[in-house]
C-alpha cells in the first residue's frame, strides 16, 4: 500500500502520486492508497472529492498531542513528526497488507514496482540516499553547493520515499523513530537537527536488514541530477548508470523552488539541461490535471511555528556579508578604547 502526507495546497501532487502508483503498483488488484492530512479538513472546498480516502492528523495522533506538535513546529517540520505515527496506523488498520511504502506528494512513479517488491522480501525497511557518489568532482569545488558537508548535515537519506515490510523490527523501529521525532523534528542545523530525515542515519546500525539502495534509477531528485543523465525512450524514462527504467521522480525544488533543503543549489540549471526540463514537464503535466489554485492558496492550518523566508539574489548577498561583519566583530580581538 501507499501512504502520503500532506497539506491541503499539496493536494493536487499527493493526487498526482497516487495515480501513478495505482498505474504502475503491477501486483494484481491495486493496494491501497492513503493521504494523510496534516491540516485541518474544515478549510477543504466544500465540492472537494478524494479518490482516495484522507487520514487526518487530529484521528492518528491525540488532540493534546496534535496541539503541542502544532505550536512547536513549522507546517514542514509538523509533517515529519507525524510521518511515523501514519506509518505505524497504515500498519494497524490494513492488517492483510505486508508492505507499506511511504512517499512524499513531490514523487512521482515512473515505472512498475516490482524493484521495490523483490527488495522488500527479504529487507524490512528501504531508504535511499540524496547522492551515491560525491559531488566535488567538478572544476569550481569552492563555488559548488551543495558539497558532502551539507549532506551529513540534513541527513544522508531521504525521508522523502521509504518502504517498510510488516515484521517486529520494523515495528521497532517506527517505535523508535516516533519516539524520536516527536520531540525532536526541528530543522536545527546547529544542534544536529534536521525534520525527521536526520534520525534515519542511524537505522541501518541500530535494526536489521536496512538495505540502501543504491540504484541510480531510484529517486531521481534535484541533489542527484547534477550526477545523472536521463532520457525518454518511448513510454519509459532511461537514467545513466542504471540498466532499469527510472523507477520514480522527486519533483521537490523543480517543482517548487522555495521547498526542500536546495534552495540556493547551484548544481543544476535547467536551462542547461534539456533532459532534466523534459523531466520536470512529465511530471508537471501530471499534476496539471489536478490543479485547483482554491486548493493551492490555503495556507496550513497547523504547524504555527512560521517557515524560513528563502532568500535569493541581492538580498540573500546582503545576509552572508552582514553574517561575516557578525562574525569579524565577534572573532576578531578589537582595541578597548577609554
Known amino acids: 500500500m501507499l501512504i502520503t502526507i500532506c497539506t491541503i495546497r499539496q493536494l493536487p501532487q499527493a493526487l498526482a502520486l497516487g495515480e501513478s502508483f495505482a498505474k504502475y503498483a503491477s501486483i494484481g488488484k491495486t493496494p491501497p492508497i492513503v493521504i494523510g492530512l496534516a491540516d485541518d479538513p474544515a478549510h477543504l472546498p466544500a465540492d472537494f472529492r478524494s479518490p482516495y480516502p484522507l487520514w487526518l492528523a487530529g484521528e492518528v495522533l491525540l488532540p493534546e498531542q496534535l496541539g503541542k506538535l502544532s505550536a512547536q513546529y513549522t507546517p514542514t517540520e509538523l509533517a515529519a513528526a507525524c510521518k511515523p505515527a501514519f506509518i505505524q496506523e497504515a500498519f494497524r488498520r490494513f492488517p492483510d497488507e505486508e508492505t507499506v511504502l511511504y512517499a512524499d506528494p513531490n514523487v512521482l512513479f515512473l515505472s512498475t514496482l516490482t524493484p521495490v517488491w523483490n527488495r522488500l522480501s527479504s529487507a524490512n525497511v528501504l531508504l535511499t540516499p540524496h547522492i551515491t557518489r560525491s559531488p566535488t568532482d567538478s572544476a569550481k569545488v569552492e563555488q559548488d553547493w551543495p558539497d558532502e558537508k551539507f549532506f551529513q548535515n540534513i541527513g544522508l537519506y531521504s525521508a522523502d520515499f521509504l518502504a517498510f515490510r510488516r515484521s517486529d523490527e520494523t515495528n521497532k523501529l517506527l517505535a523508535w523513530w516516533r519516539d524520536r521525532v516527536e520531540e525532536r523534528a526541528y530543522i536545527d542545523f546547529c544542534n544536529g537537527l534536521c525534520t525527521d530525515q536526520i534520525w534515519l542515519m542511524h537505522a541501518p546500525v541500530f535494526f536489521q536488514h536496512v538495505v540502501i539502495v543504491k540504484d541510480a534509477a531510484w529517486h531521481v531528485a534535484l541533489w542527484n541530477l547534477p550526477q545523472r543523465q536521463v532520457k525518454q525512450e518511448a513510454d519509459r524514462w532511461k537514467v545513466s548508470g542504471s540498466e532499469e527504467p527510472l523507477l520514480f521522480i522527486n519533483a521537490k525544488g ?59 539574489g541581492w538580498r540573500r548577498a546582503t545576509v552572508d556579508t552582514m553574517r561575516a561583519i557578525t562574525q569579524f566583530v565577534d572573532n576578531v580581538p578589537l582595541p578597548v578604547l577609554r
Request: aromatic share 10%; glycine share 4%.
Open 254 to 312: 523543480l517543482y517548487n523552488p522555495d521547498e526542500g533543503f536546495f534552495s540556493n543549489q547551484n548544481r543544476l540549471k535547467l536551462a542547461d539541461r534539456p533532459d532534466a526540463s523534459l523531466l520536470v514537464a512529465a511530471y508537471k503535466k501530471a499534476v496539471s490535471s489536478y490543479l485547483s489554485p482554491v486548493l493551492t492558496a490555503i495556507s496550513p492550518t497547523y504547524g504555527q511555528q512560521p517557515e524560513p523566508v528563502v532568500l535569493r
